[in-house]
């Protein structure tokens, strides 16, 4: 069923997660309030972003978390995920709607309000946007758009979004006050000491922003 809640959005980073892995960390964060959960990985073939996503894909059933695979259209559907996450530079929405069927969750990433109003409703179920803040986690990410940014990109996109991009728990109240959806995150759970711990202490501030 194509339902999805952003607030809680844990994008995987196979670095980060050497530790204990990707799957273990996804798991964690579920059990901690994870509501989404993107297999994105950089440097992996289809093969391997199959293997790993298949693996989530059973470590997440059940407990009503999506999967969202990044920009590679053949393993999400290989992987029956519920989703696929595409940026500006990937193939465009029409294409990877066609590819994907109506019912699998597609996610869009959008770093200008033009962009952001450009959104197709009937091809696009979220935007994603940022980075609010600068990030050692992704090199090559866009100029910072800040809270302020952030607002008006919201305010332009059509469907709901998730912000992205140096967000921890402290940033949480700002994130809805801004009109989004929720957060997506990697550093903030993946990586850290107790990946479980850091995602209930993100899932307290959103209990407490949307009371
Ligand atoms: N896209 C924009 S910023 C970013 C991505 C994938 C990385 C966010 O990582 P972190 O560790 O939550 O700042
Ligand atoms: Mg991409």
Redesign the pocket.
Known sequence: MKTFDLSLYL?L?PD?CAGIGMVETARRAVAGGATMVQL?DKHAGTTAMIETGRALKQALDGTGARLIV?DDVEAAIAIGADGLHI?QEDMDAVRARAMIGPDMILGL?VETAALAASVDPSLVDYT?I????A????AD??QPIGFHGLARLVAASPVPSVA?????AEHVAKVFAAGASGL???????GTPDPEAATRRIAAEIRKARA
Do not use: W, Y
């Not at 940022?130 to 803040?133: I, L, N, Q, S």
């Not at 992205?164 to 921890?168: D, P, V």
């Open positions: 994008v980073d980060l994105r990044n940026g990433s994603g940022g980075p609010v803040f990030t050692p986690t992704k990410h866009k992205i991009g140096g967000l921890k997506a995150v990697v550093s903030a759970i993946s």
